[in-house]
């Protein structure tokens, strides 16, 4: 049989889902009721009136800017309109970059590829100091395939003179075409133009990973760095570095190793000039050197991999759980040129088997979960053996326990790897994934990075849907295990007002803040950020009426002083009628709020039903904020007959005597100016009076 306290709950989810449902026919969008091209026109000016309201209340918003122009485009198709907005964008800030890339962006992802064109243009001509715009245009033009055109933007950009990461951009492009002259011609160059060991060094690399059988090049390369920097700059930071490699490099891969002594032979003789710092650093190096050479004449690399690895076999004999001396150990087998994959799919098998015995998710638990992801990237890309990757996954998954703790960084990983290697239905496996993960990691408390990327993850697939259904999963979660889900909520308002659904935002709002009060909820949700969030998202919807009755039913819980100055000073950030009026029918693009005689009213109604409050309360330290509140306020807003009313209003410290068992004791009391007379006590009045009598007695009788 059913429990009936089982059968009465009911989650989050369910409770947006009804009151969305409920609120269809209350919030009847203008598109579903459009018949002609009158009421088109009609609800076109409605929303593009909004959308001039949010920009010009803050102008630098950028986020306005791009959802105003995006709905130009997608509801209207309206590019011109859409351009127009960028436009007026940029000559608020010209040098705001993030209007330049959106703009472009906009245009290339609707295929106006001229238009895409002339943007960059016009971006780097204006800012030709900003790399990331230049970077964007040789990307575009990459995707494009117009090669030469990438090289034209790439020598436009170096008459700039930039910085090395534009020469840098420059080789990789070309050396991903494999376009060697070119790369050397742009190194020649770019030595030039910064004439430094780095600038050698990225060479030399160059050339050792693309050209490594070119011996005579590397070689050459080699020499006119040495020698360039002996002449030029003996003192920079990399030609010990070089001198080192060139030698290592002479002995090992070239096995020149009489070549090799002879450099460093020729910088010691005494024939070239270096500095003393530089001479005694390669001597040691030279000695390090030749104790590497046997009598054969080769290098004992070889012996002193072979002393590593035994090392590395020795430590996790004695330890297996050695995670530090397994990962030293596989990447050595890896850097020394294994080439038996059962050796290392053993190596690997052998350390995940041994699993930490913690029950809580300590740090050999992160690093065993590393080598998991290492075998499984190691599978798939090293070997290319997709299914025994996949294995990988699921047995570390097996490995976890998940009802104590998790690591997004393998459900996500796998999520990616299927996504990469199943090109029929990746897509749905990779959904399936991460929506089990999300299952099985929030029974704690949910994953934030988990629900994060599934978010970031359907937002870049266009599903607002799955989207939804995600946030309120989360927030269901939240809930259910007492974890705080404001900054859920914020992400929620935030995900909704970026497609413009302020009527879903608003039922949020309103949904969570009833679930702050429940009994059970209310735990999980604190309501005083969640209070914060709801004015902040009222104020930018300039729904001022919905602040007001915010602070209504704050008032009502917590009837503080604090809340009650936060409402009188609310009144004077509020724009008066005609102040909106003037901004709707004004070409200005700014709006400031001024404090004018209808808002400075509303605020003294504001501070006298407060003193009334708690005039009525008798909380006289209350009363006495909320009058020192109002008197600053008037000096700022009001005048002298004003602040009179106000400082007349201000209590006075009365020194009084209570009876505390059965001792009496003097105290400290705020005392307001209409209170002196009502509170004195009776016996005092008495007196008073009877004074009064005998004192008049007393001079009649004298006359």
């Known amino acids: 049989m059913e429990d009936p306290a089982t059968r009465d709950q009911v989650t989050s989810k369910e409770i947006l889902d009804v009151a969305f449902e409920k609120s269809k026919s209350a919030f009847t969008t203008p598109r579903q009721t459009i018949q002609d091209i009158e009421e088109l026109n009609s609800y076109q000016q409605t929303k593009r009136r909004e959308y001039e309201q949010h920009i010009h209340k803050n102008r630098l918003n950028l986020k306005q800017w791009i959802r105003y122009a995006k709905w130009e485009v997608e509801n209207n198709h309206d590019f011109a309109r859409a351009r127009s907005i960028f436009e007026r964008a940029l000559d608020v800030n010209v040098q705001h970059i993030p209007f330049w890339v959106q703009y472009i962006e906009l245009e290339l992802s609707h295929k106006n590829v001229n238009h895409a064109r002339n943007l960059l243009d016009r971006a780097v001509k204006t800012l030709p100091r900003v790399n990331k715009l230049w970077f964007l245009y040789v990307l575009t033009e990459e995707m494009l395939k117009d090669y030469q055109m990438v090289r034209s933007v790439f020598e436009n950009w170096l008459a700039w003179h930039p910085d090395a990461s534009a020469w840098d951009a420059y080789i990789s492009f070309e050396a991903r075409y494999e376009e060697v002259s070119r790369v050397r011609s742009i190194f020649r160059r770019y030595l030039s133009e910064f004439p430094q060991g780095y600038t050698w060094y990225k060479w030399i690399d160059y050339e050792m990973e693309n050209n490594g059988q070119d011996i005579a090049t590397i070689r050459a390369v080699f020499e006119s760095a040495v020698d360039t920097l002996l002449a030029e700059n003996p003192d920079d930071e990399k030609f010990f570095d070089l001198v080192v490699r060139w030698a290592d490099w002479e002995a090992g891969a070239v096995n020149e190793t009489e070549r090799a002594l002879e450099?460093?032979?020729?910088?010691?003789?005494?024939?070239?000039?270096?500095?003393?710092?530089?001479?005694?650093?390669?001597?040691?190096?030279?000695?390090?050197?030749?104790?590497?050479?046997?009598?054969?004449?080769?290098?004992?690399?070889?012996?002193?991999?072979?002393?590593?690895?035994?090392?590395?076999?020795?430590?996790?004999?004695?330890?297996?759980?050695?995670?530090?001396?397994?990962?030293?150990?596989?990447?050595?087998?890896?850097?020394?040129?294994?080439?038996?994959?059962?050796?290392?799919?053993?190596?690997?098998?052998?350390?995940?088997?041994?699993?930490?015995?913690?029950?809580?998710?300590?740090?050999?638990?992160?690093?065993?979960?590393?080598?998991?992801?290492?075998?499984?990237?190691?599978?798939?890309?090293?070997?290319?053996?997709?299914?025994?990757?996949?294995?990988?996954?699921?047995?570390?998954?097996?490995?976890?326990?998940?009802?104590?703790?998790?690591?997004?960084?393998?459900?996500?990983?796998?999520?990616?790897?299927?996504?990469?290697?199943?090109?029929?239905?990746?897509?749905?496996?990779?959904?399936?994934?991460?929506?089990?993960?999300?299952?099985?990691t929030s029974t704690v408390q949910p994953k934030t990075k988990l629900f994060q990327y599934y978010i970031d993850f359907e937002k870049k697939l266009g599903e607002w849907e799955r989207v939804r259904q995600l946030f309120q999963k989360w927030l269901e979660t939240a809930i259910a295990t007492d974890t705080p889900a404001e900054h859920v909520v914020e992400k929620y308002l935030e995900f909704e007002s970026s497609i413009g659904e302020y009527d879903r935002?608003?039922?949020?709002?309103?949904?969570?803040?009833?679930?702050?009060?429940?009994?059970?909820?209310?735990?999980?949700?604190?309501?005083?950020?969640?209070?914060?969030?709801?004015?902040?998202?009222?104020?930018?919807?300039?729904?001022?009426?919905?602040?007001?009755?915010?602070?209504?039913?704050?008032?009502?819980?917590?009837?503080?002083?604090?809340?009650?100055?936060?409402?009188?000073?609310?009144?004077?950030?509020?724009?008066?009628?005609?102040?909106?009026?003037?901004?709707?029918?004004?070409?200005?693009?700014?709006?400031?709020?001024?404090?004018?005689?209808?808002?400075?009213?509303?605020?003294?109604?504001?501070?006298?039903?407060?003193?009334?409050?708690?005039?009525?309360?008798?909380?006289?330290?209350?009363?006495?904020?909320?009058?020192?509140?109002?008197?600053?306020?008037?000096?700022?807003?009001?005048?002298?007959?004003?602040?009179?009313?106000?400082?007349?209003?201000?209590?006075t410290k009365v020194k009084k005597r209570r009876t505390v068992d059965f001792i009496e004791e003097e105290y400290m009391e705020y005392v307001s100016p209409d209170e002196k007379v009502d509170e004195a006590p009776k016996g005092v009045n008495k007196f008073l009076a009877s004074a009064k009598k005998w004192a008049a007695t007393a001079a009649t009788a004298e006359t």
Not at 385 to 407: D, G, T
Not at 567 to 577: R, V
Not at 620 to 640: F, Q
Request: proline content about 2%; some cysteine; aromatic content about 12%.
């Open 263 to 440: 450099i460093y032979k020729v910088l010691l003789g005494g024939k070239v000039q270096i500095p003393a710092s530089l001479r005694n650093r390669l001597q040691t190096a030279f000695k390090e050197f030749k104790s590497s050479i046997r009598e054969d004449g080769k290098s004992s690399e070889i012996a002193e991999q072979l002393k590593k690895l035994a090392k590395y076999r020795n430590a996790i004999k004695e330890n297996p759980y050695d995670y530090d001396s397994w990962w030293s150990y596989i990447t050595a087998l890896e850097s020394n040129g294994v080439k038996s994959t059962d050796e290392l799919r053993t190596a690997f098998d052998t350390v995940v088997a041994n699993n930490p015995k913690d029950n809580y998710k300590s740090v050999e638990w992160r690093r065993y979960a590393m080598f998991w992801i290492r075998y499984a990237l190691w599978e798939e890309f090293a070997n290319g053996e997709i299914e025994s990757a996949r294995q990988v996954w699921n047995n570390c998954l097996k490995a976890i326990p998940h009802k104590q703790f998790s690591f997004a960084k393998v459900w996500i990983g796998y999520a990616e790897f299927e996504l990469r290697n199943n090109v029929s239905d990746g897509l749905t496996k990779s959904r399936k994934i991460l929506g089990r993960a999300i299952g099985q």
């Open 505 to 651: 935002c608003d039922l949020i709002l309103s949904v969570v803040n009833n679930l702050a009060d429940d009994a059970q909820a209310g735990e999980s949700l604190d309501r005083g950020r969640l209070f914060g969030i709801s004015v902040e998202f009222y104020k930018d919807e300039m729904k001022y009426d919905k602040v007001r009755e915010l602070f209504r039913q704050l008032l009502d819980k917590e009837p503080t002083a604090d809340n009650w100055i936060s409402l009188a000073l609310l009144e004077s950030s509020i724009p008066s009628a005609k102040q909106l009026e003037e901004f709707l029918v004004a070409n200005s693009e700014e709006f400031e709020v001024t404090v004018d005689e209808e808002q400075i009213a509303k605020t003294r109604e504001v501070f006298t039903e407060a003193d009334a409050f708690f005039r009525k309360t008798k909380d006289n330290e209350s009363r006495l904020a909320i009058v020192e509140a109002w008197k600053e306020y008037e000096e700022i807003n009001g005048n002298d007959d004003s602040l009179a009313v106000v400082v007349a209003k201000l209590p």
